[in-house]
């Protein structure tokens, strides 16, 4: 396959922190990073974060920042999504996904190719 595989996810308590992760199989052509999204129940897709590949360079989306952090193994093969400080509404369905990223303006734009299988967060209030 060509889909990234996730792991983590589950249930936590408000304040908590969970790591997810993303074994990263193949990329696209054009593909130079690995982006974080999720999706709320009835909302759109959010960007929360991502890594470029090569440079190791990161961004975390407004609403996670300094809570959100992501890295990525010496291999470049597995991402990780670090969350802290969990707020009820971090509740989502994450989603990795190899990606062509670029930064205009101080702003992160991620055009997904291989999507990651979906892990469910729930964040106990």
């Known amino acids: 396959g060509e889909e990234p595989v996730q792991s983590g996810g589950g249930s936590v308590p408000a304040g908590g922190l969970m790591t997810l992760t993303c074994e990263v199989l193949?990329?696209?052509?054009?593909?130079?990073?690995v982006a974080w999204f999720r999706r709320n129940s009835g909302s759109a897709f959010e960007g929360v974060g991502g890594?470029?590949?090569?440079?190791?360079?990161?961004y975390t989306g407004n609403s996670v920042q300094g809570r959100f952090s992501v890295s990525q193994d010496g291999a470049k093969k597995t991402v990780y999504l670090h969350m802290n400080i969990l707020k009820p509404e971090d509740t989502a369905i994450y989603y990795c996904?190899?990606?062509?990223?670029?930064?205009?303006?101080?702003?992160?734009?991620?055009?997904?190719?291989?999507w990651g299988q979906g892990t469910q967060v729930t964040v106990a209030s």
């Open positions: 996904a190899t990606s062509n990223c670029f930064v205009e303006r101080g702003q992160a734009h991620a055009t997904p190719s291989y």
């Open positions: 193949k990329y696209a052509a054009g593909d130079n990073c």
């Open positions: 890594i470029f590949t090569e440079s190791g360079d990161t």
